[in-house]
């Protein structure tokens, strides 16, 4: 009478757990050697949209232009613009341009991108 395990028992489960332990390893190692998929923020980067109202000056109100934001600029666009915001008059301007001096609380200002088009609106 034989008591025990068969033959080869131990070396069949030898194998299945130095199977599992090696697909263990080579999945651990091959999520260490992967590059990282987020950029950090360059230059390169455009800076957020501004809409900036003059405080106590309820003329011009550039929130009210956030619709047209990415939009392509042209005339009819910025009368509408100029009417939404209730600003007496606008004009377009390169993205971060300063203000000219004086300013103008009653004007809307539009800033464009290098395509033309709306990155941004301010009042002055």
Same mark, same amino acid.
């Given at each position: 009478? +034989? &008591?025990? !395990?068969?033959?080869?028992?131990?070396?069949? !489960?030898?194998? #299945? *757990?130095?199977?599992?332990?090696l697909c263990a390893a080579s999945l651990l190692? @091959? /999520?260490?050697?992967?590059?990282?998929r987020f950029r950090p923020l360059t230059s %390169?980067? $455009? $800076? $957020? $949209?501004?809409?900036?109202?003059? *405080?106590?000056? @309820? %003329?011009?109100?550039? *929130?009210?232009? =956030?619709?047209?934001? #990415? +939009?392509?600029?042209d005339a009819p666009l910025l009368e509408e613009?100029?009417?939404?915001? /209730?600003?007496?008059? @606008?004009?377009?301007?390169? @993205?971060?341009?300063?203000?000219?001096?004086?300013?103008?609380?009653?004007?809307?200002?539009?800033?464009?991108? *290098?395509? /033309?088009? &709306?990155? #941004?609106? =301010?009042? /002055?």
């Amino acid at each position: 009478m +034989r &008591i025990g !395990h068969p033959p080869g028992f131990l070396l069949q !489960h030898w194998r #299945g *757990a130095m199977a599992a332990a090696l697909c263990a390893a080579s999945l651990l190692t @091959a /999520g260490c050697e992967t590059e990282p998929r987020f950029r950090p923020l360059t230059s %390169d980067v $455009p $800076p $957020p $949209p501004v809409f900036v109202t003059v *405080a106590g000056e @309820a %003329d011009c109100q550039a *929130a009210q232009a =956030r619709y047209a934001l #990415g +939009r392509l600029a042209d005339a009819p666009l910025l009368e509408e613009m100029r009417n939404r915001t /209730g600003s007496r008059s @606008a004009r377009t301007g390169p @993205a971060g341009a300063p203000l000219p001096m004086p300013a103008d609380p009653g004007r809307l200002t539009i800033d464009l991108d *290098a395509e /033309g088009r &709306i990155a #941004g609106a =301010r009042c /002055g």
